[in-house]
């Protein structure tokens, strides 16, 4: 984990998720679906289907999951195609921050318990684990893992309901934070978000030879794309979505509220800033979209211009700042006509571990593994460079430095989100506040300074609001850049003590 930590210097994220019901290949398209979302965890990857077994009489489940990336995880067709039998399956794409690799910790988790058989994948941040896991040892409950899904299992489990759906319900209503789950039952996929909704959460469907349909629910449409599934809508914020058999042959969905009173949602702007791939449509709207709106209000709020109207390079830091660069050069043009997109930095995407010579700069030398500059964009260019976030800055750090190496004549860098300076309670790995780079330093020159660059801007919190869809009842959290979190967080509850 230290080493993914080390090697990209952004916030990681803890986990995508899939659920398929009603395909004859549920194990196959969970793996395709799981692939396309790599992005959003690449420590571990799981498999559980459902199927009915003959000779029992009764469903039993099946499940394979590994440490490594899905295509490591699954190495063996065998896997998906013998192993996992059944028409329906959840899947998981795992990242946190320690314990990782124990093989307990994967995802997803299955439980046989007093009212039958249930399997759990989450997407998210428990922000009350350290008492609810009190209260469970109270209880009498034994826990196998170290992850705060496991505490979910365990209050479904303790719940006096009669009905899997009240028994969920009820666990729900217990737990705080961030969460996006798939959970299988012998005859349901059930989708629920919680009541603010900080993880998307998105429902697609595929039609089948008979006229039926199998539905998908995926952590980001990019999953419905690869396996040829149309969306049909997002899990809103605080509902829980069952799909069953009737779901497939007529569409409808049964819908349950987690709390009473649905709150105003606060969707993770961080999603449309660097998290969610641009292919993907989060929340109700193209990340590409409002990604390219970024880089478009960066320009207006900080235009580039330079005397003789000499020509500004702007390139990106590829691939996440691909598209706001774009957007900015378009609108920098009216500022500065001789404003250019360019290529400038070729990322390696075949990176795995580095072994580093004695005496080299491990950190430089990452960096350069993974980017190249393009010499003849830079060379006596002057280059705008622009990105999604900065967080320690060490990447930052060594990225000019290896751009400095190409000679530019100048060198300017520009942000699309604000300074980070708090952690973040709800999924994302934030560093401490110690760690991140804009805590060190007054203000943004500084940071430019400490960065090497020429000038530097970070957009404005105002400004970044401005960029982002506004929907009715929707709102968004933006702690890791203001310091105010919409749900309150156990202080003395380390965020990821549940993951040991
Ligand atoms: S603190 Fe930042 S990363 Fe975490 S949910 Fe809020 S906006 Fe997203």
Same mark, same amino acid.
């Given at each position: 984990m230290k080493k993914i930590k080390e090697e990209i210097d952004k916030p990681l994220c803890n986990c995508g998720i899939v659920g398929v019901f009603n395909h004859p290949q549920a194990a196959v398209i969970s793996y395709y679906a799981l692939h396309s979302l790599q992005h959003r965890g690449q420590e571990a990857a799981g498999i559980t289907t459902f199927y009915y077994d003959e000779q029992k009489k009764k469903m039993r489940f099946s499940t394979e999951k590994g440490a490594g990336l899905v295509l490591d995880v699954f190495s063996d067709g065998k896997a998906l195609? !013998?192993?996992?039998?059944?028409?329906a399956a959840i899947a998981h794409n795992r990242y946190s921050t320690t314990g990782s690799s124990k093989k307990s910790n994967i995802q997803p988790f299955n439980m046989i318990y007093h009212s039958g058989i249930l399997s759990i994948a989450h997407n998210g941040n428990l922000t009350n684990t350290r008492c609810l896991r009190n209260y469970l040892h109270q209880q009498g409950a034994i826990f196998q893992t170290t992850t705060d899904t496991e505490i979910f299992l365990h209050l479904i489990a303790h719940s006096k309901k009669e009905t899997k759906i009240g028994q969920i319900r009820e666990a729900l209503q217990f737990v705080e934070g961030a969460y996006s789950f798939v959970i299988l039952t012998e005859d349901s996929l059930i989708a629920a978000r919680d009541p603010y909704g900080f993880r998307p959460l998105n429902i697609g469907r595929i039609k089948l030879e008979n006229g039926d349909y199998s539905y998908i629910v995926a952590s980001e449409t990019c999953a419905f794309d690869i396996v040829d599934a149309e969306f049909v809508r997002d899990v809103k914020h605080n509902e829980i979505v069952v799909i069953n058999r009737k779901t497939c042959e007529t569409g409808e969905m049964q819908s349950y509220n987690i709390v009473e009173n649905t709150p105003e949602a606060r969707h993770c702007i961080f999603e449309y800033i660097y998290f969610s791939r641009p292919d993907s449509q989060i929340f109700g709207h193209n990340v590409d979209k409002v990604r390219r709106k970024l880089g478009k209000v960066l320009a207006e709020e900080s235009p580039m211009s330079l005397e003789n109207n000499e020509k500004i390079s702007t390139i990106s830091v590829p691939d996440s700042a691909n598209t706001a660069a774009l957007g900015y050069a378009r609108i920098n043009q009216n500022h500065h006509p001789n404003t250019v997109f360019e290529i400038g930095l070729i990322r390696s995407h075949y990176v795995g571990r580095t072994f580093i010579a004695p005496g080299r700069n491990n950190r430089n030398f990452k960096v350069k593994v993974k980017f190249n500059p393009v010499k003849g964009v830079i060379e006596d260019r002057n280059i705008l460079m622009i990105d999604d976030s900065i967080v320690r800055g060490t990447t930052s750090k060594a990225l000019i430095k290896l751009i400095r190496s190409a000679n530019p004549k100048q060198l300017h860098m520009k942000i699309t989100?604000?300074?980070?300076?708090f952690p973040c309670f709800y999924g994302m790995d934030f560093p401490s506040r110690e760690e991140l780079i804009a805590n060190d330093y007054n203000s943004e020159e500084e940071i430019g300074n400490a960065l090497g660059v020429d000038s530097l801007h970070y957009l404005t919190i105002e400004k970044l609001l401005e960029a982002v869809p506004k929907d009715e009842g929707i709102s968004y959290c933006t702690a890791c850049f203001t310091? !105010?979190?919409?749900v309150e967080y156990d202080k003395k509850q380390n965020k990821f003590v549940t993951e040991e």
């Open positions: 195609t !013998e192993n996992l039998k059944g028409i989100s604000p300074q980070i300076k310091g !105010e979190y919409p």
